[in-house]
């Protein structure tokens, strides 16, 4: 079973910057990865993955703002996060699953799949 480890959160003033990092134990390319969050009292909202050709997927509310990049042979995913508003308050998740699963689909089913991390929290003041 693939394990997933995330760092980088914290805490920012709105405008802020902040770059998270997951470490992936297993073979990259066998995934479809991404990152998803979880504020409190709210269900899980994809935020942005690669898909199953390579491309990145941004949720309308992070798109311009965050960036996501792979590094295949340090098994990393990242997601730099540009502009950060007071609404990105969440704990986030780095996530993977295997490639030819609905999950790896779109970020609607992606936060679904049955791999992640034990998630990284980040606060952004206004």
């Known amino acids: 079973q693939v394990q997933l480890v995330e760092s980088g959160g914290g805490s920012v003033q709105s405008g802020g910057s902040l770059r998270l990092s997951c470490t992936i134990s297993?073979?990259?390319?066998?995934?479809?990865l991404g990152w998803f969050r979880q504020a409190p009292g709210k269900g899980r909202e994809g935020v942005a993955m690669?898909?199953?050709?390579?491309?990145?997927r941004y949720a309308e509310s992070v798109k311009d703002r965050f960036t996501i990049s792979q590094d295949n042979p340090n098994r990393s995913l990242y997601l730099q996060m540009n502009s950060l508003k007071p609404e990105d308050t969440a704990m986030y998740y780095c996530?993977?699953?295997?490639?030819?699963?609905?999950?790896?689909?779109?970020?609607?089913?992606?936060?679904?799949?049955?791999?992640r991390g034990q998630g990284t929290h980040v606060t952004v003041s206004s």
């Open positions: 690669i898909d199953v050709n390579g491309a990145p």
């Open positions: 297993d073979r990259p390319s066998r995934y479809c």
């Open positions: 996530a993977a699953e295997v490639r030819g699963r609905a999950e790896c689909t779109g970020l609607v089913f992606f936060p679904l799949g049955r791999y």
